[in-house]
């Protein structure tokens, strides 16, 4: 039977995530604010608007398209999902929300004197991501290697139990790996990685996958 994935969106288009999971061989169910349903087998955090300052203890210093009912559920979803020991995939928004459930940080505007690809407006920018050797982006794509990237805010203060396993050319910390917890957190979107100039964000959605299987 294949895998069935709970995946937390902020109520838009949710079809490339839905096809990336088919792809690999799951079941997605994508909704807005759902509730903590341990019977999926896995955990999708999606991309989307930014988390409230507040819940990193800062005041609104850029961030924008701020959705509160969205964080409460996701960070309940967490405690849900990592409590039961439930494998977590989290993309872009959901890469920040997994850093700040486990109590680090996030910087609300990367600024436009850094490399053009963190500008959300501009959509898709592919760049090279360095990987930390023996870390499973490693694993799968080697040392160096094009992702996609559509954001403005990136990982702050890293939260308890994660070590940052890959990073752009600027710095910003592209993927974490947690000491004891089956997520895998990335700050690129491998849903929208499926054409040549990235590697192919297939393989993290079937390693996934076999996690939650």
């Not at 039977?1 to 690999?24: E, F, V, W």
Request: glycine share 16%; aromatic share 6%.
């Amino acid at each position: 039977m294949s895998p069935r994935i709970l995946i937390s969106t902020g109520g838009g288009d949710a079809a490339n995530y839905l096809a990336a999971l088919a792809a690999a061989g799951g079941a997605g169910d994508a909704r807005y604010l759902p509730a903590p349903d341990l019977g999926y087998d896995g955990l999708l955090l999606a991309g989307g608007g930014d988390m409230d300052p507040a819940l990193f203890g800062q005041e609104n210093r850029g961030s924008r398209g701020i959705d509160r009912a969205r964080d409460r559920a996701e960070l309940a979803l967490l405690d849900a999902f990592c409590g039961a020991g439930k494998p977590v995939l989290a993309v872009c928004r959901g890469h920040q929300v997994v850093n700040v459930w486990l109590g680090g940080g996030l910087i609300q505007d990367l600024g436009p004197g850094l490399v053009p690809f963190h500008r959300k407006e501009e959509g898709d920018q592919v760049h090279l991501v360095q990987a930390e050797k023996g870390t499973l982006l490693h694993q799968l794509y080697g040392p160096v290697f094009p992702v996609n990237s559509s954001h403005h805010q990136g990982l702050g203060p890293l939260g308890r139990g994660l070590r940052a396993t890959a990073w752009a050319e600027d710095g910003v910390v592209e993927a974490v790996e947690h000491e004891a917890l089956p997520i895998l957190s990335v700050q690129f979107h491998p849903e929208r990685m499926i054409g040549p100039d990235t590697v192919d964000g297939g393989a993290l959605f079937r390693i996934f996958l076999d996690l939650c299987g």
